[in-house]
Every structure is written in C-alpha cells, then in structure tokens.
C-alpha cells in the first residue's frame, strides 16, 4: 500500500528535478543579464522542494527540524535572487546598485542564521511539534518574530517583482508579451502557494508554496524552450525598438496600429498611444503615398517629405511583413529612413552636372533642358517667351593677346553683369565658347529688345581691370527672337532665329543689339 505523503513527495521531487534541469539549461546563457539570477532562483527553488520533500518524509521531529534548516539555504535566498532577476528581466538594472544587492544578501543571510540557530534564541520558530491528526504526519510550526521579518521581506520582494514584470507586460509590443506573461505566471504562482499556506488553507497543514514549483517549472520550461525567453530578454527587443534611428510604427494582420518606436514621432508628429488599436489608414489621410503602400499590390517603398525650407526633412518608407515561425503573416512593420542628407547630396551633384564650371551658368545641355520645360509651360499657359543670344566681341583676340586666363576672367565678367540684370525666373546658360542664351521667361518681344539692350550696356560697363593698369574692355553682339505665343516653335526654333538676329549684329559692326 502507498504511503499517503508519497504522492506529495513526488510532485516535489519533480518540482526539484524540473528546476535543476531549468538552472542547468541557464548555464549556457549565464554570461547574458538574467543568466546568474535566473540560475541562483532556479537553484534555491530546487533547495526548496527538495528540502520539503525530504521533510514530509521524515518520521521524527529531529529528522523534520533537519531538513527544515537544509530547504532554508534555498528559502533564504529566493527573495534576493527573485528581485535580481525581476529587475534585469525588465531593464530596470539602475535599481540594483550595490548597496541595494548587499542589503538583499544580508537580508537573506540573517534569514538562514537565524534559521540554522534558532534552537539558542527561538526568535525565529517560538516552538514546533509533530502533527498526527491528518493522513501522515507533518510538523507544525509556531513563528517567532524573526519569521515574520522574513514573512514581510519575501512578500515586499515578491509584490516588486511582479510590479516590474506586469509594468513591462503592460509597455510590451504584442509580439513580446507573451513572454512577459510567462514570467509574471511564472512568479505568482509560488507567491498563491506561500499566502496559501500562511492563511492556513492548505490541506493537512501542508507548506504549498514549493508545491507550486510543480506547475511554475514546467511552464517555465515551455516559454525557455517555445520562446528562448533569456536569449534576449523583452527589454533587450524594447531597447533595440526604442533605439533604432529608423522611425516604425508596427502594424497588426487588419492594419491597426501595436507599436510605435520614438523616432517614428519625429517622422509622425501625430502618433500618440491613445491610436493604437486604430486602423492606420485613418491616421494617414494626409499621406497618400503610404497609403498607396499598404493597398493590395501597393508599392513596398515610397519617399516623401515633410516640413518646408530648411526644416525640410525627407524620407524613404519601406513595408516589411511579420511572419510567425510557421510562415504565417502577424502583422506588418512600417519604417520611415531618414534620407534628408542623401537626397541633399543627390541634389547638389544633380546641380553641380548642370552648371558650367568656369562661369557657374547653366551648361548647355541643362539649359536645353530647363528651355524645353519652359516652352511647354508657356503653350500650357499661353504666356509670351522670348529667347537672346550673345557673343562677345573678338573673344578669340582677347585670348591670343592676353591669355586664357585672362579670357576666363572676361567671360565671368560678362556672367556677372548679366546676372545683375536678369530675374530669377529666367534661364540663363553657356551655349558654347563665348556665347550666352538667355530664355525671358513671361518676356514680349518688345520687352525682350529693352532687356538685351540693358544687358549689352551692362557688359560694356565692367570691362576687365589687370594687375599692370591695362584695361580689357568687353562688348557684345546680342540677337532676341521672341513670340507673344508659343505655338509650334520649338526652343530649337527660338535659338536660331535668335542666332540669325546676332549675326545681323556682328554684321552691323559688333556691340550691338538686333530683334526679329
């Protein structure tokens, strides 16, 4: 016939085996921030349940009292180790300063020797005697004012850990959360057993709180093995999320918005926690190009920008799908790059392969370019456009006399005056050697003529002064060809008629101005 304490005795040897093998399994992850709390409290839970078992089969009070001081090597010190763990496990390490882990350790210490040495004080235990009135015998215990100081110490450690592991199941994207929740089980069960027993409601008198360790090991093991819960611990992910310089925003399987990282604020000033839960495409009303994205058979990247003028900012999202570990969608992940420098720095290499080096004008292929943009805008808008042409004057003399370099300065000087007449919104740019087009943007005819007229003055009037007092005077011969509107011409078109109209000037004897 089986002894009645057997079946008790074995679920607490299972609870002891299931821990050692818990604390064997964190041995390979010790070096991590939760490995050598997890196996001191794996460790001291096994002490427990080891110890207890081996009491409960004990027929004499001294065989009792024995195994009693052996389990407190193991109760002494789970309250230290379990706030250790909670604290590192939650990322809140800043807690446990030294002088906080000495004082967890001292504590305990002082548990175990008032425990070891309670036959010299009984401060710990006021008296203990065998119980026979259930089915085996067990031995009761009248606590002395030292055990509820470990009756307070190990409930506070017990309501901190909790705090700090519900705290980050509360602040845990969904996708951790599960994790999280192992934990906190994992913690309030042996806690249940403790009130249990101390309320006097367990059966027979029974200590259930190491009986407890019979359901938390197994599923401990579960979430180590299922969800490699100390690999990286959920604040591990938390900090990375919280860290990436990459704003995202984690979207569920109906597009509803889970997380959110603090960069993604930056890139949507709008989130805040009270959306979450709501379907991200109410949010981006004023974003059609990710919301584009997130259509069926939607593009998995667009750029776009926020703010204006030097607050300017530019991004590139990109969509990424969340896959579960059978392949299965969970969700997808929105993520804003911040790619203000690159687009920045494109733009400045787009202009620089505009612009000609010496004068710093359009060269000529981007001045045909921005020239054929115009002309469609003026056929769009029916507006007038009127188009110059000017050469300098005995350029080449200029060269053969003075040197390159000194043409070159000519050929600024000339850019120089020019742009001091002309407007922004004209184009203006090198047509080759030391001739210059100019597109009038909005510019009649007539109006053209009174320009070109202006801009050969100009030129004439800030000839090239050289070191030695000599003085490089610079004229021009220019050419307008203008239409009030545009109709089939094309800039082509507009360019040699204007280029006939300067060599009516050269042939009019240079520094002049002719109009068709």
């Known amino acids: 016939m089986t002894h009645p304490f057997v079946p008790y005795m074995l679920a607490l040897l299972v609870a002891a085996a299931v821990s050692t093998g818990l604390a ?131 409930n506070l450690s017990l309501l901190i850990s909790n705090a700090l592991l519900i705290r980050t199941f509360r602040r845990s994207a969904t996708a951790y959360r599960k994790r999280t929740a192992i934990m906190v089980i994992g913690v309030m069960l042996p806690w249940l057993g403790y009130l249990v027993y101390i309320f006097g409601l367990s059966p027979n008198h029974l200590d259930t709180t190491p009986l407890a360790f019979t359901l938390t090991g197994p599923f401990l093991a579960w979430g180590l093995v299922r969800f490699k819960l100390l690999d990286i611990v959920p604040v591990a992910k938390e900090r990375v999320f919280s860290s990436m310089r990459d704003g995202a925003v984690v979207l569920d399987a109906l597009d509803r918005i889970v997380d959110f990282n603090p960069a993604a604020l930056t890139v949507l000033p709008g989130l805040n926690p009270r959306l979450i839960g709501l379907d991200v495409s109410d949010f981006l009303l004023d974003r059609p190009e990710i919301l584009e994205m997130l259509c069926p058979g939607g593009r998995p990247e667009a750029d776009f920008k926020t ?165 490089v005077a610079i004229t021009a011969s220019v050419g307008v060809y203008g239409l009030d509107r545009i109709g089939n011409e094309t800039l082509d078109d507009l360019i040699r008629a204007a280029d006939r109209a300067m060599y009516k000037a050269k042939e009019a004897g240079r520094n002049c101005v002719r109009c068709l």
């Open 307 to 471: 703010g204006e003028g030097d607050s300017l900012l530019c991004y590139r999202a990109s969509l990424s799908p969340i896959l579960n570990r059978r392949g299965d969608s969970m969700g997808r992940i929105l993520l804003f790059r911040d790619t203000t420098e690159q687009v920045r720095m494109t733009e400045k290499f787009e202009a620089l392969a505009k612009i000609d080096d010496l004068t710093e004008t359009l060269n000529r292929r981007a001045f045909v370019e921005e020239g054929r943009k115009e002309i469609q805008r003026a056929k769009r808008y029916a507006y007038p456009l009127s188009l110059i042409i000017i050469d300098l004057d005995h350029f080449k003399m200029v060269n053969d006399t003075w040197g390159h370099e000194v043409g070159d300065n000519v050929l600024k000087a000339a850019c120089r005056s020019i742009r001091a007449v002309l407007r922004e919104t004209d184009h203006f740019g090198r047509h080759g050697g030391e001739e210059f087009a100019i597109l009038l943007h909005k510019t009649p005819p007539e109006s053209a003529c009174l320009v070109a007229e202006r801009l050969r003055l100009a030129i004439t009037e800030d000839p090239v002064r050289l070191e030695g007092g000599d003085v």
């Open 24 to 154: 064997a399994y964190a041995w390979r992850l010790r070096r991590t921030p939760v490995g050598w709390s997890f196996i001191g409290l794996m460790l001291c839970s096994t002490l427990y349940a080891l110890g207890y078992a081996l009491e409960i089969s004990s027929s004499t009070l001294e065989g009792t009292r024995l195994w009693n001081h052996f389990q407190y090597t193991g109760i002494a010190f789970f309250p230290a180790f379990l706030v250790l763990f909670a604290a590192r496990y939650t990322g809140k390490e800043a807690l446990i300063t030294k002088g906080v882990t000495a004082a967890l350790f001292i504590l305990s210490s002082l548990t175990l020797a008032f425990n070891l040495t309670n036959g010299l004080h009984h401060l710990y235990y006021q008296n203990s005697w065998i119980s026979e009135t259930g089915p085996f015998p067990v031995m009761i215990l009248a606590k002395g004012p030292a055990y509820w100081v470990h009756f307070a110490y190990v």
